[in-house]
């Protein structure tokens, strides 16, 4: 058996438009939709970015970009490329989140909870100690 190592596509951004000429064409013709073009800033911006999810990422994109197209040029809203918060705002969420588990003992949930403080879902609360990997029980009296 023999390794293949493919390298990501961040690595490849010459591989970019022939990717998106290829996918364009594909799930054009699955909605029915006659696409000719590609703006030119879309394709800069699909070539520039991270592609954190691969392939993968690049196929969701063009599909929405085809199923939201409504002319023959296709383009994308730069929103849709998820850009990575830069650190400090992650070190100012960490913080904002540690200073309200901090203040409500550890709490996550609850009207006197961190979460009813921060004013978000529970869910997103726990879901970003996860994501930022808060240690939520050292914050708890012991």
Same mark, same amino acid.
């Given at each position: 058996?023999?390794?293949?190592?493919?390298?990501?596509?961040?690595?490849?951004?010459?591989?970019?438009?022939?990717?998106? =000429?290829?996918?364009?064409?594909? #799930?054009? /013709?699955?909605?029915?939709?006659?696409?000719?073009?590609?703006? $030119?800033?879309?394709?800069?911006?699909?070539?520039?970015?991270?592609?954190?999810?691969?392939? &993968?990422?690049?196929?969701?994109?063009? =599909? %929405?970009?085809?199923?939201?197209?409504?002319? =023959? /040029?296709?383009?994308?809203?730069?929103?849709?490329? !998820?850009?990575?918060?830069?650190?400090?705002?992650?070190?100012?969420?960490?913080?904002?989140?540690?200073?309200?588990?901090?203040? /409500?003992?550890? &709490?996550?949930?609850?009207? !006197?909870?961190?979460?009813?403080?921060?004013?978000?879902? %529970?869910?997103? *609360?726990?879901? $970003?100690?996860? /994501?930022?990997?808060?240690? $939520? *029980? $050292? #914050?708890?009296?012991?």
């Amino acid at each position: 058996m023999v390794p293949i190592t493919v390298p990501a596509l961040r690595e490849r951004a010459d591989d970019v438009p022939v990717l998106v =000429e290829y996918l364009v064409e594909r #799930f054009a /013709t699955r909605a029915g939709k006659k696409i000719t073009r590609i703006d $030119k800033r879309t394709m800069a911006l699909l070539q520039a970015y991270d592609w954190p999810g691969n392939v &993968r990422e690049l196929q969701n994109v063009i =599909e %929405r970009a085809v199923v939201l197209c409504e002319s =023959e /040029t296709l383009a994308i809203d730069d929103a849709w490329l !998820k850009v990575k918060a830069p650190p400090a705002a992650v070190d100012q969420e960490r913080a904002t989140i540690e200073a309200a588990l901090a203040a /409500t003992k550890g &709490r996550v949930a609850g009207p !006197k909870g961190a979460a009813t403080k921060l004013g978000m879902p %529970r869910q997103t *609360l726990d879901s $970003k100690i996860r /994501t930022l990997r808060i240690d $939520k *029980l $050292k #914050f708890r009296p012991r």
